[in-house]
């Protein structure tokens, strides 16, 4: 038991620490973009595909109010534009604009730089395996979260 305790600590400090890092490295790399880490965030999560404002905030796993006060200042700079849902009348779709898509084409090529200098100090395999293991490390979070996160209790 203590063990679990000990990794799952070792687990979130880490993630925590990431966190600050990719943020920090995020807003290095949006900044020659005229963008925020934040406004990359939510602009990115809607390059593939219009979502409402709570659906971004799901995948991001942030609050639907930070990510509406962020897709309020992308719409006031022409970066993105509202449309209608037709799945909900009241929950606009938050979709880029090509002022938008062509900030984020301009992060591209520190994205690359950073990316392929990541994979050579990790190595390929490595880095994919991160990926993945942090790809389940969530999926495991979202399940213990599922009916529980109602009751206030993780699946104890």
Same mark, same amino acid.
């Given at each position: 038991?203590?063990?679990? &305790?000990?990794?799952?600590?070792?687990?979130?400090?880490?993630?925590?620490?990431?966190?600050? &890092?990719?943020?920090?490295?995020?807003?290095?790399?949006?900044?020659?973009?005229?963008?925020?880490? =934040?406004?990359? &965030?939510?602009?990115?999560?809607?390059?593939?595909?219009?979502?409402?404002?709570?659906? %971004?905030?799901?995948?991001? @796993? %942030?609050?639907?109010?930070?990510? &509406?006060?962020?897709? !309020?200042?992308?719409?006031?700079?022409?970066?993105?534009?509202?449309?209608?849902?037709?799945?909900?009348?009241?929950?606009?779709?938050?979709?880029?604009?090509?002022?938008?898509?062509?900030? %984020?084409?301009?992060? !591209?090529? @520190?994205?690359?730089?950073?990316?392929?200098?990541?994979? =050579?100090?990790?190595?390929?395999?490595?880095? =994919?395996?991160?990926?993945?293991?942090?790809?389940?490390?969530? =999926?495991?979070?979202?399940?213990?979260?599922?009916?529980?996160?109602?009751?206030?209790?993780?699946?104890?």
């Amino acid at each position: 038991m203590r063990r679990a &305790q000990e990794l799952l600590s070792r687990t979130a400090l880490g993630v925590f620490q990431l966190n600050g &890092q990719f943020l920090a490295v995020s807003e290095e790399l949006a900044r020659p973009a005229g963008l925020t880490a =934040a406004r990359w &965030q939510v602009l990115g999560a809607v390059l593939s595909e219009p979502l409402p404002v709570a659906g %971004i905030a799901r995948r991001m @796993g %942030i609050t639907r109010q930070s990510v &509406q006060r962020v897709a !309020d200042l992308l719409v006031a700079k022409g970066l993105a534009e509202y449309a209608p849902n037709p799945a909900h009348r009241r929950a606009k779709l938050l979709r880029p604009t090509e002022e938008g898509r062509a900030a %984020i084409a301009r992060i !591209d090529p @520190g994205h690359a730089h950073l990316a392929t200098r990541l994979t =050579a100090l990790l190595g390929e395999p490595a880095f =994919a395996e991160t990926a993945a293991a942090l790809e389940r490390l969530s =999926a495991a979070l979202a399940t213990l979260r599922g009916p529980e996160a109602e009751s206030g209790t993780l699946g104890g």
